[in-house]
């Protein structure tokens, strides 16, 4: 149908105009042509139209290829718009109702809606792929066609629905200019209807959203690809259906998003599915990043189960635990999520009409803009999403789904065996030679890599005392000196506040790390810098066990330009001391604010020497094994 | 730095006349003493090996101590005497002091070591060629095998020597995972492998001449060099220096237990060079005069730290406090995968030392020979690889050897 569509070109531009643009007319900063063509789709009845004036040539893919001149300006500028492909589609998107989080193809899905048509590729005329066989045309429409609007032109021909309530013209049909307006009307008032549904996330069965933005940059992707026929097809209608998907992604706060910058969090909240109410008072310096207000938002989260349908309910699981808390600490937290995607990946299949790779990643994609709605992705979930997102992208286009599905799941359980639990296993070999007799060993938190190393000295016969510091509000350590002290170490507990009197008897500094930056820092739980600092002062040896898929190239000199801000009352309240609960009552005062940071970066200064899996390094040597082993890491 | 330049060449004129000559001949005198003394008191055992052997090579007076050495002959100081004679006296002593079960790599390593021009890590690697040249393996696997064996023997033999293991390291590093394997047949990968390690004494002496020649630009007219221990790279430096016809001057430190120092301001009488001999006492009080500390390296470790003769940390400290450069030259053999955090954390190489008078038994005497002088306290090291920090040298070993 598209093709027609930009061959409604020949209709006059205002009326398309009006009847396209009311919803987001800001987005349509792109060019004239395609806005023509947008509004003329809508009243796709035209397609008649189209099918006339569209000659073969118009059935050609929206790859970018020099437009072939022949026809009207319009196709030129709109084939000129590399993307533009996906713009149309985009458009037509909006017109049309889409199941908004399911980008893959509806019509897979839900029979009754109506699809918009992977017609994208034919719908720029314009340009002319050579390389695109009239067959993908074929390929491309899968749609279902409400049964008000049907038209089919012809086999090669895609059908294009138009809003569900025009549909009740039959396409065929030529209208005339006043019936276009109507139609654009009613189209326009369905659309706000399917909005105001849409923004409430879109139920399960049919849902309507209008994609909100369909901003020509997007349009860019779909163009960039240029395989055979119907990988193009597929693409475009990613393309279109994507639209939602990828304002999602957008949406969700980008990992290190600027949560000072007004309209941008604006943004981000409209997206969120976790509704998390903002603390009130923030430290100055630290506004830049989000701060919630805890516990409020899990009963919210789970009534919304349903609602969100493309989550898969084991993302959906960890996800809620991270928000709880359940899960902490980078490995742990790394393994859930990827043992949740890997159930994801099972039960995946590929919508018709799409590709594994492509549709696999966008999935992924807003599995993870959901989890770091919950927390803040730690920099070592951000390198295992690399990895993942690495390794569906180079899958062998040849792989049937099954296999594909398998060999994903396997490199997940790959990278869970090699990069996480062998890594584990060869620190501890490295740091156990650095335990002698007699030692007195400092660790503070409890960090796995730590406990596997005192617990595996201990095994060894080795005679050393541990001495267990940890600091409120998480009060971490108990939990590995319990288990330390069950084992039979000799150990002693103490508060970080008495790090700098205990520090004289300490031979050795044993710390964990949620990261190693380029430059040596390591980024690890907040009170290790002091600790670090403190032993450095004193000459005590500080070393940090990280596993290498925890190192980042980043290069970052102080804790606040990222960091984690953790639930403030936590910091204000001690559970169960009534009687020292001070604050009671303060915590909302404009000029009280309250600081529980999460993370701190220990300058590498006062680090003496990292042991990852490929032995015991200097932090000098962290950007070695980055620039290294990154190929390494990724397995590509 | 400049300023002191114009009063160097007065310096250099006096100390011409005074302090030179006497040098060489109190140290002839006096040593030989002591290090019979040496031989004499302390039982083999308690010796790294590596260092009976460096006594061997760098006593200052060898022909009259070896005399006396003679005549109090024990088993026990063959090792000394056949230094003194050629390498052919090498097996026996291999046969008793090491428990060879091969055809005896270590004999083989014992009597390239005798050739005193030539550095430990390249004695181990001809050892090991040798050991290809023996074996009557079929297959690069057996070989492989074999030469693991050997190296891990060689290793064991003297566990203190940081360039022996980096030596039979770097060359198992070469067969194992090399072009080398990528030959069609046996014979002729085993014949390349062989004449990797003959090239390899010819490798390390140009890495000397490369250092050499890297650190000419760190030497400037009218500086003075504080020297520690004896080093052929550093001797190799300095003599490149007064080759180029700089004017410079040599503060040797004593090196107190083996007295290397001496011998190193020897040789550079010899050269010509004004050198002032200090105990190793005084370098804290001559530091201010010092332009710049220059010492070798018993092995580069992964820190980029040195391990080094005793006294090389004292003395690094003391520049850095003075805010005086550190250079280290070391040949790149000589980096290690050790990562030693402090002082103790590495198998002391214990040597025998002389006081001159009986210690008595309760006292309890330091024999450790080396100390580990962590990177901050160096400023660059001269290597063969070019002029590195010690940052770099954990970079190199992790392309080395992962």
């Known amino acids: 149908m598209d093709p027609r569509r930009t061959a409604r070109t020949v209709s006059d531009p205002k009326v398309r105009q009006v009847g396209f643009f009311t919803p987001a007319p800001p987005e349509r900063s792109i060019s004239d042509p395609p806005r023509f063509q947008d509004p003329i789709q809508p009243p796709s009845p035209s397609s008649t139209q189209v099918n006339d004036q569209s000659p073969s040539g118009n059935s050609l893919s929206p790859v970018m290829i020099p437009p072939a001149h022949h026809h009207s300006d319009n196709f030129l500028r709109t084939a000129l718009q590399a993307t533009s492909p996906p713009k149309a589609f985009s458009y037509s998107a909006k017109t049309v109702t889409i199941p908004p989080e399911n980008e893959d193809v509806a019509s897979s899905f839900s029979p009754g809606r109506k699809v918009v048509s992977a017609k994208s590729p034919s719908s720029f005329p314009g340009v002319k792929a050579s390389s695109v066989p009239a067959s993908e045309l074929t390929t491309v429409s899968v749609v279902n066609l409400p049964p008000g609007i049907s038209e089919k032109a012809g086999g090669a021909s895609v059908e294009v629905q138009n809003d569900r309530p025009v549909s009740a013209k039959t396409l065929k049909e030529k209208t005339s200019k006043a019936e276009r307006r109507a139609l654009q009307e009613a189209q326009r008032a369905a659309k706000a209807a399917a909005k105001a549904e849409g923004t409430k996330a879109s139920s399960a069965a049919s849902k309507v959203v209008t994609s909100a933005n369909t901003k020509p940059s997007k349009a860019t992707k779909p163009s960039s690809q240029k395989n055979d026929g119907s990988q193009v097809a597929a693409s475009e209608k990613k393309g279109g259906d994507r639209a939602p998907e990828k304002d999602r992604k957008k949406d969700a706060p980008h990992p290190r998003m600027q949560y000072d910058d007004k309209s941008r969090v604006e943004k981000a909240k409209k997206r969120a599915v976790v509704k998390q109410t903002e603390a009130r008072n923030r430290v100055e310096l630290f506004r830049h990043l989000p701060q919630y207000e805890h516990g409020t938002q899990l009963p919210d989260l789970e009534t919304k189960f349903f609602e969100l349908d493309p989550m898969h309910p084991a993302v959906y699981k960890v996800g809620l635990q991270y928000l709880s808390g359940d899960i902490r600490g980078g490995n742990a937290r790394c393994i859930a999520m990827f043992q949740a995607f890997k159930e994801a990946i099972k039960d995946y299949s590929t919508p018709p009409e799409k590709t594994l790779i492509r549709d696999l990643t966008a999935r992924i994609s807003s599995y993870v803009s959901f989890l770091i709605e919950c927390r803040p992705l730690s920099i070592s979930m951000g390198n295992a999403i690399k990895f993942l997102k690495n390794r569906i992208a180079k899958l062998p286009l040849a792989l049937s789904e099954s296999e594909a599905k398998s060999m994903l799941m396997l490199d997940i359980d790959r990278f869970i065996n090699e990069k996480i639990i062998l890594s584990e296993k060869v620190i501890v070999k490295h740091a156990v030679t650095k335990i002698r007799d007699g030692d007195v060993l400092l660790t503070y938190g409890a960090s796995s890599v730590v406990e596997m190393i005192l617990l595996h000295a201990h095994e060894l016969g080795k005679h050393f005392r541990v001495v267990v510091v940890d600091s409120r509000p998480k009060l971490e350590g108990q939990l590995l000196l319990r288990r330390l002290v069950r084992k039979g170490l000799s150990c002693t507990y103490t508060h970080v506040n008495a790090v700098s009197c205990i520090m004289q008897d300490v031979t050795r500094v044993f710390l964990g790390a949620s990261s190693v930056l380029s430059n040596g820092t390591v980024y690890s739980r907040v009170g290790t810098a002091c600790v670090a600092m403190v032993a450095h002062a004193f000459c005590v040896p500080v070393l940090v066990c990280c596993e290498a898929y925890k190192f980042h190239e980043r290069v970052q000199l102080d804790s606040i330009c990222f960091n984690e801000l953790g639930n403030p009352d936590a910091i204000s309240k001690v559970q169960g001391r009534e009687e020292i609960n001070y604050l009671d009552g303060f915590v909302n005062q404009e000029n009280l604010q309250l600081l529980n940071l999460i993370y701190d970066a220990t300058p590498s200064d006062y680090v003496s020497m990292v042991i990852t899996d490929y032995g015991m390094i200097p932090p000098t040597s962290v950007p070695v094994i980055v620039r290294e082993y990154r190929r390494d890491h990724l397995w590509s | ?402």
């Open chain 2, 1 to 402: 730095m400049w300023w002191r330049s114009a009063s160097f060449i007065l310096d250099r004129q006096q100390e011409q006349n005074t302090n030179l000559p006497p040098n060489p001949e109190s140290l002839l005198l006096s040593s030989p003493p002591p290090s019979m003394a040496d031989s004499l008191q302390n039982p083999k055992p308690d010796i790294s090996a590596y260092y009976q052997t460096r006594a061997a090579h760098h006593a200052v007076v060898t022909s009259d101590w070896l005399a006396q050495a003679q005549a109090a002959v024990s088993v026990q100081t063959n090792d000394d005497v056949s230094s003194g004679s050629d390498g052919r006296v090498a097996p026996t002593c291999g046969g008793t002091g090491g428990d060879n079960k091969t055809f005896s790599v270590i004999d083989e390593f014992n009597s390239w070591r005798k050739q005193p021009d030539l550095a430990e890590a390249v004695a181990a690697i001809r050892a090991l060629a040798a050991v290809i040249r023996a074996s009557q393996a079929t297959t690069m696997m057996e070989l492989e095998i074999e030469l693991k064996k050997a190296s891990d023997s060689l290793k064991a033999w003297d566990a203190t020597s940081i360039s022996l293991t980096a030596g039979c390291d770097l060359f198992m590093r070469y067969v194992t995972r090399t072009s080398a394997l990528e030959y069609e047949d046996f014979n002729s990968a085993r014949y390349r492998l062989i004449e990797r390690a003959e090239k390899f004494g010819e490798i390390s002496y140009k890495a000397r001449r490369i250092i050499a020649m890297l650190s000419q630009d760190f030497i400037f007219d009218g500086c003075t060099i504080l020297v520690h221990g004896f080093s052929r790279v550093v001797l190799e430096v300095l003599k490149t220096a007064a080759q180029n016809k700089k004017h410079f001057r040599v503060f040797c430190t004593e090196g107190r237990p083996d007295r290397t120092g001496l011998r190193l301001s020897n040789e550079l009488a010899k050269l010509d060079v004004p050198v002032k001999l200090l105990i190793d006492s005084a370098v804290a009080y001559t530091m201010d005069e010092v332009d710049m500390v220059l010492v070798g390296a018993d092995g580069v470790v992964e820190s980029g730290g040195i391990i080094n003769m005793m006294g090389t940390y004292q003395i690094a400290l003391v520049s850095h406090s003075m805010n005086k450069p550190v250079y280290v030259a070391a040949e790149s053999y000589k980096f290690a995968r050790l990562y030693p955090l402090d002082q103790k954390d590495m198998g002391p190489a214990l040597r025998t030392i002389d006081f001159g008078v009986p210690i008595p038994s309760k006292v309890e005497v330091e024999k450790s020979a080396r100390d580990y002088t962590p990177p901050q306290y160096l400023t660059l090291l001269f290597t063969d690889l070019g002029v590195l920090t010690p940052s770099v040298v954990s970079d190199e070993l992790i392309q080395l050897y992962l």
